[in-house]
Structures are given as C-alpha cells and as structure tokens.
Antibody, heavy 113, light 107 residues
C-alpha cells in the first residue's frame, strides 16, 4: 500500500539549513510526483514545491531562492533542503502524493535558538 | 501567482443545516480546483477534485460547483463529524496555491 513518511530534525537554529527526507512505498518516484506542503501552527496550508516523475521540479515563488527538492529513486526518497531558516519557518512539514491524496503524518520543525 | 480567497473564514452552523463555502481565484483556473478537509491534528483529506468530482469514499452530502474564478463547496446536511477547516487548492498552474481556509463549527 502507498505510504509516505517524513523524517528530519525537530529543532533548527535560525539562519541554518533544514533537511527533510520523505521515504515512500507503494509507488514509483519515476512515475508520479511528490510535493511538500507546510503548515505553521494554527495557520493555513502552503504548497512549497514538487518533484515530478521525470525529475523536474517546481517551487513556490516566495521560497524559490532558498528551497531545493531532489530525490534518490533507488531509495524511494525525496529530499527537501531549505536554507536561511527564520522563526516564521516553524511549521509542520508534510510530503504528499497529491495526485492520489496520500500524505505523510507530517514532521514538526521548530526554528529557535 | 494566483491568489485564492476563501470566505467566510469562520462559520458556525447547526446539525442538519445546508452549508456553503466560497473560494475565489484571482484569475481563471478553469475547473482545476480541489477542496480539502482538515481535522485537528490530521493531514488534509481530499473531498472534491476538478471543481465538482467527488473523491472516492467521501459522503454524498459534499458537493462542489463552479468554474473559472468562482467556486463553492456545499454540505447538504451538516453532521457533527464535519467540524474541520476546509481549504481550496488551485492546480491550474504553477505554483499551486491554497486558500486561507474556512473553519467550520457546530452551533
């Protein structure tokens, strides 16, 4: 069955880089796209970006300059890297197989010194 | 980027009421709009895709309508388990953009 699971640090210092991993099962990354969506505490959803089956990517305009999404198809993993983190980047980060409505449980990331 | 405006931001209604939520796009998105339900502490769940197609397993009291810039999600008879925040998402063009959400509560 389809599953996605996010992993990464729960706490990141301001100005540092966030690295998250989404490990998927039940579908091929070379055939379907995976997206990252985040949600600050008590606030709405923000689409961050996605990576397609052919490896192409698209990003939220507001995050494009500091965000990178990549993958390792042999490990069924998708990676998110975002630099220059600030307190407003504190959020739950979800990876999602948006087309079929499968979501990870999300990982809470707090940006604080 | 396409801006998505949802209204109202908060809605309180009684069990059995017909409830209507609105989502407006800043430019034409054809039919490429989805509606999501998010309950507290959970990931979002897809209710409606392509403006009016009901996702498998979603109760028929949920329906969607609209095209172009104006869209509506209707719950025909509100149930206690419908307490949640509802988001619209345009997938007509990149970047994808969500609305700010409507929080729905039972009166």
């Amino acid at each position: 069955q389809v599953q996605l699971k996010e992993s990464g640090p729960g706490l990141v210092q301001p100005s540092q880089t966030l690295s998250l991993t989404c490990t998927v099962s039940g579908f091929s990354l070379t055939s379907y796209d995976v997206h990252w969506v985040r949600q600050p505490p008590g606030k709405g959803l923000e689409w961050m970006g996605g990576i397609w089956g052919d490896g192409s990517t698209a990003y939220n305009s507001a995050l494009k300059s500091r965000l990178s999404i990549s993958r390792d198809t042999s490990k069924s993993q998708v990676f998110l890297k975002m630099n220059s983190l600030q307190t407003e980047d504190t959020a739950i980060y979800f990876c999602t197989f948006l087309e079929r409505d499968y979501w990870g449980q999300g990982v809470m990331v707090t940006v604080s010194s | 980027d396409i801006q998505m405006t949802q209204s109202p931001s908060f809605l309180s209604a009684s069990v059995g009421d017909r409830v209507t939520l609105s989502c407006k796009a800043s430019q034409n998105i054809n039919k490429y709009l989805a509606w999501y339900q998010q309950k507290l502490g959970e990931a979002p769940k897809l209710l409606i895709y392509n403006a009016n197609s009901l996702q498998t397993g979603i109760p028929s009291r949920f329906s969607g309508s609209g095209s172009g810039t104006d869209f509506t999600l209707t719950i025909s008879s509100l149930q206690p388990e419908d307490v949640a925040t509802y988001f619209c998402l345009q997938h007509n063009s990149w970047p994808l953009t969500f609305g700010s959400g409507t929080k729905l509560e039972i009166k």
